[in-house]
């Protein structure tokens, strides 16, 4: 099959059309500029890099489009795994001409391997160490390598869990909040695919792990996905619109939860002590 746009062989088919590597890669960056252009995307944003490869896609992309990227590394103590992860992230940095910053979870006290609920606690800590870095380092922005995939498997899963209190994280854009010492969060890679993720690694040849966590195995989400991608198989679309329905719901359900700031760490918190400070003591 051809490209739409030019005679070349064609590598994707995305909602009926057809693109050769350079057309997807043009695609790709329009549907990361747009998020940009949207939200008014302006200043330092701080990349949260896991090694593996959404997050890989996610910090090119923002470099092809030649914003102020500061990247970082949370290495999560988990055996081989988070080494080898670290490995390709500074890998991809070096070869943008990036240097990555490390944060090291086991320097809070905190080690997964002894955690009954690790991913749980590895959410937690992840969500805050972002929010700090990128505000101690005066990022405007924290970007995630969160995809479509992702933001329909987790809303969906709240949805299986009756867990609309946390119905929170299916906008592309969250604003951040000054006086709580939040930074605001992007998804830049919320219209794309796990496939097209992928895809866009591949064609830039980008380094990434292909390891997966040892955790992972545990998790719920997993066969989520595996169903939504297998929808979306056979009606090409459904993906695109329960991020919509989601992001709009979440917009009309709003946060009824109050804000505070934690007494131990001075961090945003719905309680007195923040979840995260609570993991520490624990
Ligand atoms: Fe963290 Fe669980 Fe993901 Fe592993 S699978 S990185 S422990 S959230
Ligand atoms: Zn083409
Ligand atoms: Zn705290």
């Not at 592309?172 to 909040?177: H, T």
């Not at 459904?238 to 131990?264: D, P, T, V």
């Amino acid at each position: 099959m051809k490209c739409e746009y030019c005679e070349k062989e064609a590598v994707e088919n995305i909602y009926g059309r057809y693109y050769c590597e350079n057309h997807f890669v043009k695609y790709f960056l329009g549907k990361v500029r747009s998020i940009i252009d949207k939200f008014g995307i302006n200043g330092r944003i701080a990349v949260a890099l896991s090694g593996g490869k959404d997050s890989s896609a996610c910090f090119h992309s923002l470099h092809k489009l030649k914003l102020d990227l500061l990247p970082f590394y949370i290495n999560l103590g988990i055996e081989s795994y988070s080494e080898i992860c670290q490995k390709k992230a500074e890998e991809l940095c070096n070869s943008l001409g990036y240097r990555l910053h490390i944060i090291d979870i086991n320097e809070y006290g905190i080690n997964l391997a002894d955690e009954k609920k690790p991913c749980s606690v590895c959410g937690t800590a992840k969500r805050y160490l972002m929010n700090k870095f990128a505000y101690e380092n005066n990022c405007k922005y924290v970007a995630t390598g969160h995809n479509l995939s992702d933001v329909v498997t987790f809303a969906l899963n709240n949805f299986m869990n009756a867990n609309l209190m946390n119905f929170r994280g299916n906008r592309p854009y969250l604003e951040g909040k000054e006086e709580y010492k939040m930074v605001a969060k992007i998804k830049p890679l919320y219209w794309l695919k796990d496939k097209e993720c992928m895809l866009y690694v591949y064609i830039n040849r980008l380094r990434y792990a292909e390891e997966e966590c040892p955790h992972a195995i545990s998790a719920p989400t997993i066969q989520i996905k595996e169903w939504i991608h297998e929808m979306e198989g056979k009606k090409p679309g459904i993906m695109l619109n329960m991020a919509k329905s989601f992001w709009r719901l979440e917009e009309m359900i709003g946060s009824k939860a109050k804000l505070n700031i934690c007494r131990k760490c001075g961090y945003a918190s719905y309680s007195k002590i923040c979840k995260f400070c609570k993991i520490r003591k624990r």
